[in-house]
């Protein structure tokens, strides 16, 4: 085994890359759409790039992918900035809280873009911090008129608002067909979290 296969974290291939980026859309109120985004991290960081995902609505629960990113590092980091789910199940935080909680997430994401040191940025359940009023459309546009053209961002969650999917590459709704909590079964760990 070489010297670059037998350290955890050492870099397997070179950079692979195509010289467009492009902003992906995974939404829609079926599960997978941070699943989706962290299949996309896994194949990216396969090509060598280095890959970004900052939670902006998870954060007040430990999830199994902070863990295993970990095992990706330093080509794969997640930052959860968000205090958990706003308004649903153990919620205590202010509106104002999860506000400024959400526009501190983003001024992370506009300076880690700026930096350039990542090929890949996932705003994980940024959506939902359009579809509950906590940021603006407005305040991600010059993020897209700014991201450089070989940057692909991901945008996740439910309710993506229509001019983040008009600029979009591509767009995947996820479509709920079947849910174990229909049948009383609650999050599972390894599965949802």
């Not at 350290?7 to 397997?12: D, E, I, N, T």
């Amino acid at each position: 085994m070489s010297d670059s296969q037998s350290k955890p974290g050492a870099r397997l291939a070179p950079k692979e890359k195509s010289a467009h980026g492009l902003i992906i859309v995974y939404t829609g109120d079926g599960k997978g759409k941070t699943t989706a985004a962290l299949g996309a991290a896994l194949r990216a960081v396969g090509r060598g790039w280095r890959v970004l995902m900052v939670q902006f609505g998870k954060g007040a629960w430990h999830y199994a992918e902070l863990d295993s990113s970990q095992r990706l590092a330093p080509e794969f980091e997640i930052i959860p900035m968000g205090i958990g789910f706003y308004k649903i199940l153990d919620d205590s935080h202010t509106e104002a809280e999860h506000r400024a909680a959400a526009e501190k997430a983003l001024a992370f994401v506009r300076d880690k873009m700026s930096e350039g040191a990542y090929d890949m940025l996932i705003l994980d359940e940024i959506n939902g911090m359009f579809g509950a009023g906590l940021l603006q459309v407005s305040q991600v546009l010059p993020i897209l008129d700014a991201r450089p053209s070989d940057l692909t961002l991901i945008f996740t969650g439910r309710n993506a608002p229509p001019e983040i999917i008009e600029r979009a590459d591509l767009v995947t709704e996820m479509r709920e067909i079947k849910h174990p909590y229909q049948k009383g079964i609650l999050a599972q760990k390894g599965i949802d979290y």
